[in-house]
């Protein structure tokens, strides 16, 4: 999905939840700037659905909710629409939003790219509550992981092809096959060259 600016003027905060309650479309909010969401591709689309469904089913006894696309992760200058989120502590008051997530995933594309791996991957380091964040290639099988040690630190790795993500927060796992099942690969000149991206950012 990409994110062209959509209202080129800043606004508030509070201009914001009223732009979007009478928009039919998605924005998200930083730094005051709007940014339009648009549509998603069929493979991101199932990618999304799988990750949900695999952790909305771990939900029973975890205390967690899990929410996919709709549902507004609330910052303090910024508003993101994960692809999908997960919250275990106690919910936000505002039915719309939650402010303290314990799993966070972004689905790539080729427009988005930056934003997850850059600018989100450093605003969602900065969440108190946030244990894991999955970044996932929606044209290969490779996902970026980061995730807080014991003593809090971020730490960071790769899997590719296959393995497993350990999730504690739910007492459960995710393994590739599954966020890949059913899934049709890119051909290696359609990628999004994800080892080249990952060598220059890091």
């Known amino acids: 999905m990409t994110l062209p600016l959509s209202h080129p003027s800043p606004m508030t905060l509070e201009d914001y939840f009223s732009y979007e309650d009478r928009s039919n479309a998605r924005h998200e909010y930083v730094e005051g700037f709007v940014y339009a969401m648009t549509g998603a591709t069929k493979r991101h689309n199932r990618i999304v659905g799988r990750i949900y469904a695999r952790l909305l089913a771990a939900e029973q006894g975890s205390g967690c909710r899990t929410y996919m696309e709709a549902v507004k992760l609330r910052l303090r200058d910024r508003i993101y629409y994960p692809d999908v989120m997960v919250a275990c502590g106690p919910s936000s ?43 996932v290639a929606q044209d290969e099988r490779y996902v970026l992981r980061h995730w807080r040690d014991a003593e809090g630190t971020w730490q960071y790795d790769v899997l590719a092809g296959a393995g497993t993500i350990e999730l504690p927060t739910m007492r459960t796992m995710l393994t590739l096959d599954e966020i890949y099942e059913g899934v049709e690969i890119s051909p290696p000149e359609q990628r999004l060259r994800i080892r080249e991206l990952e060598q220059a950012y890091g």
């Open 93 to 135: 008051p505002d039915r719309y939003t939650e402010d303290a997530p314990s799993i966070l995933v972004e689905v790539l594309s080729e427009s988005t790219w930056q934003i997850d791996r850059r600018e989100k991957l450093a605003a969602y380091h900065g969440i108190a509550s946030l244990q894991s964040y999955l970044i």
